[in-house]
């Protein structure tokens, strides 16, 4: 499976951006999706994940900022991000997982990155 991400860029605090993440190979719809970031100097981080049955999770900081989608049919997730900040800067990552009945990785796939820069 590989992973691509879309839509990162330069935008002012307050402002919006809508994140893609293409993955390749099939039963997307199997996978658990998830947005990670990583700012300088700081360890990455779980930003929102999405369960192959359409649950979601966030992270404290996004929660009601930020919204996470999928789109099985295209292979695709999105990160809705409004109201954004100056710290919501970092390089976001999309991530792919699927495990067995036994916990044990069927998938584990990384996209490259995209940077989100956000001016205060």
């Known amino acids: 499976v590989q992973l691509v991400e879309s839509g990162g860029g330069l935008v002012q605090a307050g402002g919006s951006l809508r994140l893609s993440c293409a993955a390749s190979?099939?039963?997307?719809?199997?996978?658990?999706m998830h947005w990670y970031r990583q700012a300088p100097g700081k360890q990455r981080e779980l930003v929102a994940a999405i369960t192959s049955a359409g649950s979601t999770n966030y992270a404290d900081s996004v929660k009601g900022r930020f919204t996470i989608s999928r789109n099985n049919a295209r292979n695709t997730v999105y990160l809705q991000m409004n109201s954004l900040k100056p710290e919501d800067t970092a390089v976001y990552y999309c991530?792919?997982?699927?495990?067995?009945?036994?916990?044990?990785?069927?998938?584990?796939?990384w996209g490259p990155g995209t940077l989100v820069t956000v001016s205060s």
């Open positions: 991530h792919a997982e699927r495990v067995d009945t036994g916990g044990h990785y069927l998938l584990n796939a």
């Open positions: 190979g099939n039963a997307f719809s199997l996978n658990a």
